[in-house]
């Protein structure tokens, strides 16, 4: 079993950057998410189009795995990559972008049901 040493140019840092390689390098110094304004509890899932993962970056590739099956947040999914939540917010606009991934808006306070509604509701149904 390996040893690990502080000293940051052995050839075991070398190979396994880990967290010494800054988040933007995973976005080619990119911060802006594109054409999408995403927001953390933006939900996104696979559009259903087939790729060759060969041809994704291991980020990208990862992202479209996650969402396989499965709708997640745009903060989950950089939890799941270990990201911040902008960069994992350019990955993701760029899978929107070229048709990857479909994405929901978060809901807004103004298209919550209103509690008036829900409790004039809940008494028809009882008297039913």
């Given at each position: 079993?390996?040893?690990?040493?502080?000293?940051?140019?052995?050839?075991?840092?070398?190979?396994?950057?880990?967290?010494?390689?800054?988040?933007?390098?995973?976005?080619?110094?990119?911060?802006?998410?594109?054409?999408q304004d995403l927001d953390i509890l933006t939900l996104v899932s696979t559009?259903?189009?087939?790729?060759?993962?060969?041809?994704?970056?291991r980020e990208y590739r990862e992202i479209l795995r996650l969402c396989a099956?499965?709708?997640?947040?745009?903060?989950?999914?950089?939890?799941?990559?270990?990201?911040?939540?902008?960069?994992?917010?350019?990955?993701?606009?760029?899978?929107?972008?070229?048709?990857?991934?479909?994405?929901?808006?978060?809901?807004?306070?103004?298209?919550?049901?209103?509690?008036?509604?829900?409790?004039?509701?809940?008494?028809?149904?009882?008297?039913?």
């Open positions: 079993m390996s040893h690990r040493t502080d000293d940051p140019w052995s050839q075991e840092y070398q190979d396994d950057p880990g967290p010494l390689v800054r988040p933007f390098a995973v976005t080619r110094g990119r911060t802006a998410s594109g054409s559009a259903g189009v087939r790729t060759d993962g060969d041809t994704l970056d099956g499965a709708t997640l947040s745009v903060a989950e999914i950089a939890a799941h990559l270990h990201l911040f939540v902008a960069a994992a917010k350019v990955l993701v606009a760029d899978l929107i972008d070229a048709g990857y991934l479909i994405f929901r808006a978060p809901p807004t306070p103004e298209s919550a049901v209103d509690p008036v509604l829900l409790r004039a509701v809940l008494e028809g149904i009882k008297r039913l």
